[in-house]
């Protein structure tokens, strides 16, 4: 038997696109099955236990992620120069599959955070080939722009300072003299594109925007994936 039924997700993502309601089938003394939702939440990676009761469906127990994950990370630039590039694992590479699933915001905050710790700001942006810009002194984003009717990009050219092929669908960027101290290649790399950039020597916040719930890489209007601003100045310097 299936019936139409609206769905409390208790803070779970797991509809792919927006919906009142889901189609449940249920049978007497059976879990119910739930049709048109995802096999696991898109933000925390739990498999959902449902539960019918007061004529709707509900998620047993609650998502720790109900507002997504926005991931904030540091990166060490003594040397003052960025190496920006969709693809740095020549030098800095985790597992991908040790935790949650890719797939979900809690899958990519882990890889972002575990790159971080190699030395790498690694974000997932999707296929967008986004652009690293200059916000303001010392900070800066990593966003893609759109068009207008004439062709004029919503985020002026002069302020990009690297342009990202995103064949991996993400952007990595490290301290350009650490990522050659552990044997990163100078000019010709075996992984793709580079740009070096110039900056401030110091400590580089990077937060994520592609975790947060809502988050729409598709939008009609820049879509910014990270804010990045110097924290602290170099020891070194």
């Known amino acids: 038997m299936s019936v139409r039924m609206s769905l409390n997700a208790n803070g779970h993502d797991l ?4 919906a009142d309601d889901v189609v449940v089938f249920a ?8 049709a048109g939702v995802h096999w696991s939440c898109a933000a925390c990676d739990q498999r959902p236990t449902y539960v019918i009761r007061d004529g709707a469906v509900h998620v047993q127990d609650p998502c720790p992620y109900p507002m997504g994950i926005t991931t904030e990370i540091t990166l060490d630039v003594p040397s003052g120069k960025l190496i920006v590039s969709d693809d740095l694992r020549d030098v800095y590479d985790v597992d ?3 935790g949650a699933s890719y797939n979900t915001a809690l899958g990519q905050a882990q890889v972002v955070e575990a790159m971080a710790a190699l030395g790498c700001a690694f974000g997932p942006v999707g296929n967008s080939c986004p652009g690293l810009y200059r916000e303001g002194e010392n900070s800066y984003v990593i966003a893609s722009p759109v068009l207008d009717e004439n062709d004029v990009p919503s985020l002026p050219e002069k302020d990009r300072l690297a342009h990202i092929v ?10 350009f003299e650490d990522w050659k101290s552990k044997g990163g290649a100078s000019g010709t ?22 975790g947060e719930r809502g988050f729409d890489r598709y939008a009609a209007d820049t879509v910014v994936f990270a804010h990045i601003e110097r924290v602290a100045p170099s020891l070194e310097s």
């Not at 509809?15 to 927006?18: N, V």
């Not at 049978?27 to 739930?34: D, I, K, Q, W």
Request: proline share 9%.
């Open 166 to 175: 995103t064949d991996v669908w993400a952007y990595s960027i490290a301290d």
């Open 15 to 18: 509809l792919p696109r927006s």
């Open 27 to 34: 049978e007497p003394g059976e879990a119910p099955l739930v």
């Open 189 to 210: 790399r075996l992984l793709g594109d580079y740009t070096v950039v110039d900056v401030a020597p110091g400590t580089y916040k990077f937060t994520l925007h592609s």
């Open 96 to 98: 991908f599959d040790a």
